[in-house]
């Protein structure tokens, strides 16, 4: 079993939609919770980050950590263009160094 | 947030030639740096941890002697790729975290390396 799991995708909705993009993952210890957007040939820019459960909101983004169900979710809300790009949650754990990431869901965002 | 950055963007190399990756945290200075390969429509895989002043960590299935990570600042680590074959292709990203940032415990990435080994 991963340590975190990721459905690719792709995901195609239309411009302004609410987009849900969701992640489970499997070792408890997990206490950081961040979600990176990636576009085409570029590296990772961090979205969100958030510790232990709870939600999070940045403008149009929300991020959500339920710890009882291990499962993190990112909210897009009125979905622009501009937000097609691969969506990557991760976690880690309070001691160590190492990051888990999903594999990434793919969005595209339909004008 | 904090930048890095990353030196050469692309390459393309023959088989057997070596190949170096730079990459510097522009703002802040980073005790840690990480190194990943990514495959297309694969997600992030951990090569490596960059400890400025000591030794690298290498993760499980990474050959140390061929992928050979220095760091010697506290801004710079670099990736050497040595003999590089086809197989070695790949997208390579360095990321660093920032120890003063209110939030260190995230990692800030580089724009990414693209390696093409003919």
């Known amino acids: 079993q991963k340590e975190v799991e990721q459905d690719p995708g792709p995901l195609s909705v239309p411009e302004g939609a609410i987009v849900s993009l969701n992640c489970t993952y499997s070792?408890?210890?997990?206490?950081?919770f961040m979600w990176y957007r990636q576009y085409s040939r570029k590296g990772p820019e961090l979205l969100m980050y958030?510790?232990?459960?709870g939600n999070k909101e940045d403008g149009r983004f929300t991020a959500q950590v339920d710890k009882s169900s291990k499962y993190i979710s990112l909210f897009i809300r009125d979905s622009q263009p501009s937000d097609s790009a691969t969506y990557l949650c991760?976690?880690?754990?309070?001691?160590?160094?190492?990051?888990?990431f999903g594999t990434g869901t793919s969005l595209t965002v339909i004008p | 947030g904090a930048v890095v950055s990353q030196h050469p963007s692309w390459v393309i190399c023959k088989s057997g030639t070596s190949v170096k990756i730079e990459c510097r945290s522009l703002?802040?200075?980073?005790?840690?740096m990480f190194w990943y390969r990514q495959f297309p429509k694969q997600s992030l895989m951990l090569m490596a941890t960059?400890?400025?002043?000591?030794?690298?960590?290498?993760e499980q299935g990474v050959e140390k002697d061929k992928f050979l990570i220095n760091h010697a600042s506290l801004t710079l680590s670099t990736l050497t790729v040595t003999s590089a074959h086809p197989e070695d292709s790949s997208f390579y990203i360095c990321?660093?975290?920032?120890?003063?940032?209110?939030?260190?415990?995230?990692?800030?990435f580089g724009p990414g390396t693209r390696l093409l080994v003919l």
């Open positions: 070792n408890s210890a997990f206490q950081y």
């Open positions: 703002d802040f200075q980073a005790t840690t």
């Open positions: 991760a976690t880690k754990t309070n001691t160590g160094n190492q990051f888990y």
């Open positions: 958030t510790y232990s459960s």
């Open positions: 960059s400890n400025e002043g000591s030794k690298a960590t290498y």
């Open positions: 990321s660093a975290r920032d120890p003063i940032a209110g939030n260190t415990e995230t990692q800030y």
